[in-house]
């Protein structure tokens, strides 16, 4: 049986003798990536000629080297063993060379090690609203000598950087399984493994002596796929009681970027190459994407009309991000907001072909046809878990849904790109909170009080209905409780408090941490936590704070006896079952003959 061409040998008819040389020896540099760089080399190769690219691959290495000195030099698609090894050097080799910089002055500690960092292609973590400020600089210096600093770096820029040369080269279409490359995917598999392991092998032990591994303490909230989608249907199926209360119209509504953000294009059942592609990460698309809704929405502020509801943003095939909206909006606005939306939308390339069919769209939801819920369900269900849709096909790439659904997780991981995000209405971070708190807790530290400190029985009511609301799931009634869909983050009844300078303790790089400590009324100064103290600095008459951090906890590994102590936020078992309360209200799910609109 005759053995497979290696990717330099299936070149070598590409140009002379020295060609193949220098192919192979910056081909063998990469094994990881050969394949992927052979393939980008033999299109150019084709359309423009060796020469090209030969200039080509010598580009496409140098993005994937870092440092100038051949001692200094790491390749990005090297294995994480080895990415970890050069994270531990450069650290040491920072902190050897600040102390060094510091003799002269901290501004010459910051423009040297900028200088340094350049050289791998990351940046100092400076504000440049606090170029001058010392503290600032000294924060900025710390995470440099962090091995664990450059890992993280490290780590976004190689993947970052090898799948969107994987998308160049075409192996990020629906022929190759969609949205992120085979490489990809596997290595996001791989890192699910390990902090699977890691959460196994670390236990938290409250004050009470009541341990829980991580793993077991990740499965009770958003972190488990089943709860966050559940979580999402709740509060889109609230949003759309309070517009039936208050006679808004639900729209439906997609946005795509320009045809020149797509590496790939998609017809008559083949994939090929966009020649429109401008080089765009799925990042730059996001960001114009960011762009268009920021225009629309300050446009929006200054007519007056208002919106809630929720985005998802979503990929293409071939990696390049779209969103989804269900919003909802006064039936008055309803047009100009349709006017407007189709006016940003097009604003750029809106000329090109197809673009105002592709490019953007609206649907008007019909109650008649199935609710809000039912629109979204599937965009919701398919970029998360799959739950419910399973068996359905998916238009991108034409697979069933559950095998799609890791491709989906691997590609927002790998970019950045936030999948689900609420537009106006309450917040959820205190919808979360309250859900940890039960009425007689809150009884128990009312008690601790003073007369002048505790909630008046106006006060308390206010309190219990917006708790109530929550605790049973109802994000309707809660967001009702609060102000309204349309309230501004200010007046809600209920607020987070967070505090990142009173009774904290500095981060690990020395900077002040900010922490949610609790819950506080509208109308509420400055508070301090309940293991701070239970009196405000100033007017104490008009402090009315509910806590949700009960228990101290400590963080071990498995295998330790030794401890060590850390604060753990938002942890609140009762009894011995961490977070098993009475049962909430079930959250939404489809009813049998729901129509759900795709």
């Given at each position: 049986m005759k053995a497979p061409q290696t990717p330099a040998q299936r070149l070598k008819h590409f140009g002379t003798a020295d060609c193949h040389k220098f192919r192979t020896s910056i081909l063998e540099a990469h094994p990881a990536m050969a394949p992927a760089l052979a393939d980008i080399y033999e299109q150019t190769a084709r359309a423009t000629g060796y020469a090209e690219a030969n200039r080509q691959l010598s580009r496409n290495h140098k993005r994937l080297t870092i440092g100038q000195q051949a001692a200094n030099v790491f390749f990005l698609d090297a294995d994480d063993e080895a990415l970890c090894s050069f994270a531990k050097m450069k650290a040491i080799i920072f902190e050897d060379r600040l102390n060094d910089w510091m003799k002269i002055d901290i501004y010459h500690a910051r423009n040297k090690a900028r200088e340094f960092l350049s050289a791998y292609c990351l940046e100092l973590p400076l504000d440049p609203k606090a170029e001058d400020c010392k503290e600032h600089i000294l924060a900025a210096l710390v995470r440099p000598q962090d091995a664990m600093w450059w890992r993280r770096q490290l780590r976004v820029k190689s993947k970052r950087t090898i799948e969107q040369l994987m998308r160049e080269a075409g192996r990020v279409s629906a022929a190759r399984g969609g949205y992120v490359s085979d490489f990809t995917v596997g290595r996001r598999n791989g890192q699910k493994i390990r902090n699977q392991r890691i959460l196994e092998g670390m236990e938290a032990t409250n004050q009470r002596g009541e341990s829980f591994t991580l793993a077991e303490l990740s499965e009770k909230n958003v972190s488990n796929p089943e709860k966050r989608r559940l979580e999402l249907m709740t509060r889109i199926s609230g949003f759309e009681e309070v517009a039936k209360s208050s006679g808004h119209v639900g729209l439906f509504l997609t946005l795509s970027c320009p045809s020149k953000y797509h590496a790939m294009k998609k017809a008559g059942g083949r994939c090929f190459r966009n020649p429109k592609y401008n080089g765009s990460t799925p990042r730059n698309a996001q960001a114009y994407l960011v762009g268009i809704w920021e225009k629309l929405r300050a446009q929006l502020s200054k007519q007056g009309i208002k919106t809630y509801g929720f985005r998802i943003a979503e990929p293409h095939h071939d990696g390049t991000p779209h969103w989804h909206l269900m919003l909802f909006i006064a039936p008055e606005d309803r047009d100009q907001f349709v006017n407007l939306f189709y006016d940003y939308a097009l604003e750029e390339d809106g000329d090109e072909a197809g673009a105002a069919v592709h490019r953007c769209d609206v649907v008007d939801i019909d109650p008649a046809k199935g609710t809000a819920a039912g629109y979204i369900a599937?965009?919701?269900?398919?970029?998360?878990?799959?739950?419910?849709?399973?068996?359905?096909?998916?238009?991108?790439?034409?697979?069933?849904?559950?095998?799609?659904?890791?491709?989906?997780?691997?590609?927002?991981?790998?970019?950045?790109?936030?999948?689900?995000q609420q537009i106006g209405g309450a917040t959820v971070s205190v919808y979360r909170e309250l859900r940890k708190v039960e009425s007689e807790q809150v009884n128990d530290w009312q008690d601790m009080l003073p007369e002048a400190e505790k909630m008046t029985g106006d006060q308390r009511s206010e309190f219990d209905a917006i708790h109530d609301a929550a605790d049973q799931g109802e994000w309707g009634q809660y967001t009702l409780f609060q102000g309204g869909a349309q309230v501004g983050r200010a007046e809600q009844k209920v607020r987070a408090?967070?505090?990142?300078t009173e009774n904290s303790k500095p981060g690990k790089y020395e900077s002040a941490v900010e922490k949610l400590c609790g819950l506080i009324q509208t109308g509420a100064e400055k508070l301090r936590g309940l293991?701070?103290?239970?009196?405000?600095?100033?007017?104490?008459?008009?402090?009315?704070?509910?806590?949700?951090?009960?228990?101290?906890?400590?963080?071990?590994?498995?295998?330790?006896?030794?401890?060590?102590?850390?604060?753990?936020?938002?942890?609140?078992?009762?009894?011995?079952?961490?977070?098993?309360?009475?049962?909430?209200?079930?959250?939404?799910?489809?009813?049998?003959g729901m129509a759900i609109a795709t």
């Open positions: 599937k965009y919701i269900g398919k970029n998360i878990n799959g739950a419910c849709i399973e068996s359905e096909i998916d238009d991108e790439t034409g697979l069933f849904i559950e095998q799609t659904c890791n491709r989906v997780e691997a590609w927002a991981t790998c970019w950045g790109i936030r999948q689900f408090w967070r505090d990142k293991f701070m103290g239970a009196s405000p600095r100033t007017n104490p008459a008009a402090a009315k704070t509910v806590f949700t951090c009960w228990n101290l906890w400590s963080i071990s590994r498995a295998a330790r006896s030794a401890a060590t102590r850390t604060c753990v936020n938002n942890c609140n078992p009762v009894g011995n079952h961490l977070y098993e309360r009475r049962p909430p209200k079930p959250a939404w799910e489809p009813s049998p």
